[in-house]
């Protein structure tokens, strides 16, 4: 397969082109020809003009790649290698949402033929590619894996924003079916992996490091986030504890703040679900979920307290939210806990303003219920900072003086501001 795709004699296919299969597309296509899949129609002709739908890629990435945007599954079967890189979310109640990635592997079951190879990328629990994914293209192809076509996972290490650490320069996890489809695709992602590749035994060992990757993270988080509570009863900032322990040579050096995105507060949820599903209740990752999915109700209730302590009128108090992505210097909304801090405090009856400088306000009323404020007041009870857009990195006393109330209160979720504000109150996590 390999040798196909190098001499040219075969295409590979990404289906999903959002902000994980849109890069890995592009990527390829710079050495080799491209088929680049997704069923939403509009997106298609954004990318057709060099447009990312999500923002995140400049029309310069486009340039110099042999691609075909579709939504074809007739352009779609000239692919002989497939990468699959939908969204794997969870509904309200946290269980694992396997619709789109089903989906794709129904678009795969009418397109797949003898000999091609399927790579799955989509976080998933351990077990989901095979026990799940790889019956819906057996049935439909009437292909058995092995014998018929090969399938391989190699988990997504897309980290939105972040200009460093891209699909090339991240060691690239791989796994197969057989000892055959683990040398294939791993040469196949060493084409524009020049960081290489890891060949996991299995796909089941690929499947489970993605997931602790990001779980390890979120009980992290949700430690120092534990330790903020604690910390602000004891009227100790937590970032100079945390400044002040980061001096030890092995000392981890996360902070606390609002856990969302695509992958950190997602992730651990299909971890904990395959665990139940296997007869086994997880203690200390669903403690970790549980604390961190608290915290925006945790900090409104903290800026409410504020308020009442200082004028006591609630229901007339007005609150800006400076921020609305789920991390700094992204468009990216999708799990953005910043609507739970929105929420909790609407429903104290506080009028509360959004801005933010990158997401789409018609996006937010779509998801989330709210859009954004386009004219800045003057006169806040609070001011809530959640993400450190470089934008905000060099606003100063003044600014928030400007904007605030004299009894104001500048809460600043990921401490940028420490030592900085003096003209009003001061509160960080």
Not at 135 to 143: D, M
Not at 400 to 423: C, E, F, M, P, W
Request: aromatic share 8%; glycine share 6%.
């Amino acid at each position: 397969m390999y040798q196909q795709l190098i001499d040219r004699k075969a295409k590979l296919a990404v289906i999903g082109l959002g902000y994980v299969g849109l890069p890995i597309a592009l990527e390829f296509a710079r050495k080799i020809p491209v088929i680049g899949f997704d069923i939403h129609a509009k997106r298609i002709d954004m990318m057709k003009q060099g447009i990312d739908p999500s923002n995140e890629l400049e029309k310069e990435a486009f340039e110099g790649c042999d691609i075909t945007f579709t939504d074809s599954l007739d352009v779609l079967r000239e692919a002989k290698f497939f990468i699959v890189a939908v969204p794997t979310p969870v509904d309200d109640h946290n269980v694992p949402d396997l619709i789109p990635v089903l989906k794709a592997s129904e678009t795969i079951g009418k397109v797949i033929k003898k000999g091609d190879y399927v790579v799955f990328e989509s976080t998933v629990y351990p077990g989901c590619t095979e026990e799940d994914c790889l019956p819906v293209i057996e049935k439909l192809s009437g292909l058995s894996n092995v014998t018929d076509f090969k399938l391989g996972y190699s988990p997504e290490r897309i980290n939105p924003g972040d200009k460093q650490h891209t699909l090339a320069t991240i060691i690239k996890v791989v796994s197969g079916c057989d000892a055959e489809s683990l040398e294939e695709i791993a040469k196949v992602y060493e084409l524009v992996v020049t960081a290489g590749v890891h060949r996991a035994s299995c796909i089941k060992v690929a499947e489970a490091a993605k997931i602790i990757e990001n779980t390890q993270r979120d009980l992290n988080i949700a430690l120092m986030n534990e330790l903020s509570v604690i910390f602000d009863k004891m009227n100790i900032n937590t970032y100079e504890v945390l400044e002040a322990a980061g001096t030890k040579w092995n000392f981890l050096k996360f902070q606390p703040g609002l856990v969302g995105g695509h992958c950190i507060g997602v992730d651990p949820y299909y971890l904990t679900y395959k665990a139940k599903e296997l007869g086994y209740h997880s203690e200390v990752i669903l403690a970790g979920r549980s604390i961190n999915d608290n915290m925006g109700k945790y900090v409104a209730k903290k800026v409410i307290q504020h308020i009442i302590k200082n004028s006591g009128d609630v229901k007339s108090s007005k609150v800006l939210v400076k921020g609305a992505t789920f991390k700094e210097n992204v468009s990216d909304i999708r799990n953005s806990k910043v609507s739970d801090v929105v929420k909790a405090l609407k429903e104290y009856y506080v009028n509360v303003d959004v801005e933010d400088p990158y997401a789409n306000s018609d996006d937010l009323k779509h998801e989330y219920g709210f859009g954004l404020e386009k004219n800045i007041a003057r006169d806040y009870d609070a001011v809530i900072i959640t993400v450190p857009h470089r934008e905000y990195m060099n606003l100063d006393d003044n600014y928030y003086a400007g904007i605030t109330k004299q009894h104001g209160l500048v809460a600043d979720l990921k401490g940028i501001y420490r030592n900085k504000i003096s003209n009003r109150t001061y509160w960080s996590l």
